[in-house]
């Protein structure tokens, strides 16, 4: 079945638990918010379903496509159809924007295939144009000297590049003003369409306001207590997070 | 299957492979006055040579090791094991058709004839101790350009080779370079008139063939005043369980107003010990600038120098070092300002990974009575490993007032966080890490000339891959 589906995960980081029994499916055409406190757990998962390295799962599935990709390397599930778009984007100093999205693009072709530069060129400068970027950003060096707005519209430049089949986006709505805010959601809203499943995590309703999402889901300790439409982000909004880990039961206590 | 094509072992490091070769000159192991005298006979040197390797060979024999300083590895070197002559008893050849069908088909492989019709003013190739083939393209030999080996440069043009032979680096400068006096034998002798710009780089290239061998050749370059010359040497040795020694003499005159660019992108396999000394003489309004790459060796000791004697000169060290596991890479540079209004200029990037060693040892001096003269220093190093080492050992005495100087250092490390946030753009691990690196690097090599920027790019890939899992 086409999805990209988390079942029962369990995960831990040296000898903490951090991801309890998470459930997930979300299809091509899809946006699903996960919202949850801080400690939650969702920045893991975003990591988790990438193949972060140093996160250790102890039980359950992640499948792309109905493939199993736990035991694929970060890159493998990359060239596969999966794109996070970081909380924290690193700096890679020396490496131009334009080289490095260009090495992304070349590690997808087959063998002896070469990147044809000219396409190349005019499909990031059309995408840099609609997400209100400057050309002279393309020989800046990723993310290097960066200010938060730029460094997450970096991000969603590098999604509308490499076109993924999922797309995670952590915390996208972190550091951003509102004018910031509204350019990165309508670069995401633009990407929105038949081929593409978004899993977006945020910690704000804010960000739903401007990317409104078809399913909600309120993670609390590793799990997902509760799930809905896009009214249950109002509704978490306007009586907090402390409602939903009542509901969680007493699991979420010691969170 | 055809003998010629089992005596070949192919690895996929690009110098990594070597040909049986029937050596008519061998001067066997060990070194002795007995050896001194059988290169001499063999190269038929002028008295005054025989002369000067004698005296290198004493100095070579009372000097102690500088392994108080830098590495007890050297120890580990047996100058009785080595052999400092080999040759195949021919002469150096001014077209590819007429050298030796084995040594040719190595070259091939290395890619030098190509590249001569590409973008080479002249091209001297090396094959263990003699050139093989040496050609400078008409219009620049008709412009007065002297490109030879160094055994032809004496006895042809004993005028201009004896004035400045052994004038810049003496006999006793350091037991290496009283070694290579001692028994050198190939590299380049170029003389280049005044007012004439070379417009194409001169290239060399030295390779080493034969197993527990020594390599010592000797190379002087003379620019004459106003004029301009660029010269490449490129380096590779296939990989064998004993140790290989290199250890050269490389010797720069800039006259007057004159430019001389050297540059080096070595590619030594991991036995080879590569103990070179380096370093030019620039007078009044000349400019002498080193571009280093060092890749590869088991351990390498090279510090370019520029001694700034005429008023305004210029010095310029460019280096980068990658040093891979279990190699050492001590490399640096050295500026000696000897007149007023001289500037200096180093640069220096080394990436160590698993557990190479990078070592930067910079020498700066200024003295008192000098005025207005400038240095600049910047070393960089990136570890990208937990088990890396960088090490930095700047020695700079700037003397008396209106002399100014400036030293930045820095040391950085490809975190795992940069490696995965690359790796899920779909980079391997291994091209994560080339891609780091080559951006490490990225500002010094936009400098290079086109044709090694490119060639250099390819060699950190090669070694990034065969450092990952």
Not at chain 2, 91 to 119: C, H, S
Not at chain 2, 360 to 382: I, Q
Request: one cysteine or more; a neutral charge.
């Amino acid at each position: 079945m086409n999805e990209l589906r988390v079942d029962n995960l369990h995960v831990t980081i040296g000898d903490q638990q951090i991801v309890r029994g998470l459930s997930l499916a979300v299809p091509p055409g899809e946006v699903h918010a996960i919202m949850g406190p801080n400690g939650s757990g969702k920045s893991t998962l975003a990591k988790v379903v990438a193949g972060h390295p140093d996160y250790h799962v102890t039980k359950g599935k992640i499948t792309m496509d109905g493939a199993d990709i736990l035991g694929m390397e970060a890159d493998e599930r990359a060239r596969k159809g999966l794109f996070l778009a970081f909380q924290y984007p690193s700096e890679i100093p020396g490496v131009t924007i334009a080289n490095f999205l260009r090495a992304a693009l070349q590690a997808r072709l087959p063998e002896g295939e070469e990147l044809e530069a000219t396409d190349y060129y005019a499909k990031l400068y059309e995408k840099m144009e609609l997400l209100g970027m400057d050309r002279s950003f393309t020989s800046r060096s990723v993310n290097e000297g960066f200010s938060g707005g730029e460094k997450k519209r970096t991000e969603i430049l590098q999604l509308a590049m490499l076109q993924p089949k999922y797309a995670i986006l952590d915390e996208t709505d972190s550091g951003l003003d509102i004018d910031a805010l509204k350019v990165v959601a309508r670069g995401v809203n633009m990407m929105r369409g038949p081929g593409l499943g978004i899993l977006l995590i945020t910690h704000y309703q804010r960000l739903l306001n401007y990317i409104v999402p078809d399913h909600v889901h309120v993670m609390v300790a590793g799990r997902i207590v509760r799930s809905g439409g896009k009214e249950l982000a109002l509704e978490l909004e306007e009586r907090g997070y402390d409602w939903a880990r009542e509901s969680a039961g007493e699991m979420a206590v010691t969170r | 299957m055809k003998p010629e094509t089992k005596a070949v072992d192919i690895d996929r490091n690009v110098g990594d492979f070597h040909y049986k070769i029937d050596y008519a000159r061998d001067a066997g192991r060990g070194l002795s006055e007995k050896t001194v005298h059988f290169i001499s006979e063999v190269k038929e040197d002028p008295d005054w040579v025989r002369e000067f390797r004698l005296r290198g060979l004493k100095t070579f024999l009372e000097k102690p090791l500088p392994t108080h300083w830098a590495s007890k590895d050297l120890e580990t070197i047996d100058f009785d094991k080595i052999r400092y002559y080999l040759a195949p008893g021919t002469t150096a050849k001014r077209n590819w058709e007429e050298v030796p069908e084995d040594i040719k088909r190595t070259f091939e492989r290395l890619g030098i004839p190509e590249q001569e019709r590409k973008f080479l003013a002249g091209v001297e190739a090396q094959f263990d101790s003699e050139a093989v083939y040496s050609n400078i393209k008409k219009a620049v030999g008709e412009q007065g350009v002297i490109f030879v080996g160094s055994t032809e440069g004496l006895k042809k043009h004993p005028e201009i080779f004896r004035k400045w032979f052994g004038k810049v680096i003496p006999i006793g400068d350091n037991k290496f370079s009283a070694l290579n006096s001692a028994v050198f034998s190939g590299g380049s002798f170029i003389y280049v008139p005044p007012g004439v710009k070379v417009k194409h780089p001169l290239q060399a290239y030295f390779r080493i063939n034969a197993e527990s061998f020594g390599q010592f050749e000797r190379t002087l370059i003379i620019a004459d005043e106003g004029s301009e010359v660029t010269y490449m040497e490129g380096c590779t040795a296939p990989k064998f369980e004993t140790a290989t020694l290199h250890s050269a003499v490389v010797e720069l005159v800039a006259l007057k107003g004159a430019k001389i660019q050297y540059i080096t992108v070595q590619n030594w396999s991991s036995n080879v010990f590569n103990l070179v000394t380096k370093r030019g003489l620039a007078h009044d309004d000349a400019e002498i600038k080193w571009i280093d790459c060092n890749i590869g060796s088991r351990l390498t000791m090279k510090y370019p120098g520029v001694v700034l004697k005429g008023r305004k000169s210029r010095g310029e060290v460019l280096s980068i070092a990658l040093a891979n596991n279990g190699q050492h890479q001590d490399t640096g540079a050295k500026m000696i300002h000897a007149a007023d209004e001289t500037t200096s200029n180093i640069i220096s990037k080394s990436i160590s990974i698993g557990t190479g060693r990078a070592t930067y040892r910079g020498l700066v001096h200024v003295p008192k009575h000098l005025k207005n003269c400038k240095n600049n220093t910047e070393c960089d190093a990136l570890l990208i490993n937990a088990t890396s080492r960088t090490d930095t050992y700047p020695a700079i005495t700037v003397r008396g007032t209106g002399n100014a100087v400036q030293h930045e250092a820095s040391v950085s490390q490809v975190s795992a966080e940069q490696i995965f946030y690359m790796q899920q753009r779909g980079l391997t691990e291994a091209q994560a890490m080339s891609l780091s690196v080559n951006g490490f690097v990225n500002d010094l090599v936009r400098q290079f000339p086109m044709e090694y920027s490119v060639e250099l790019k390819r060699l950190i890939e090669l070694e990034m891959e065969g450092s990952v899992g």
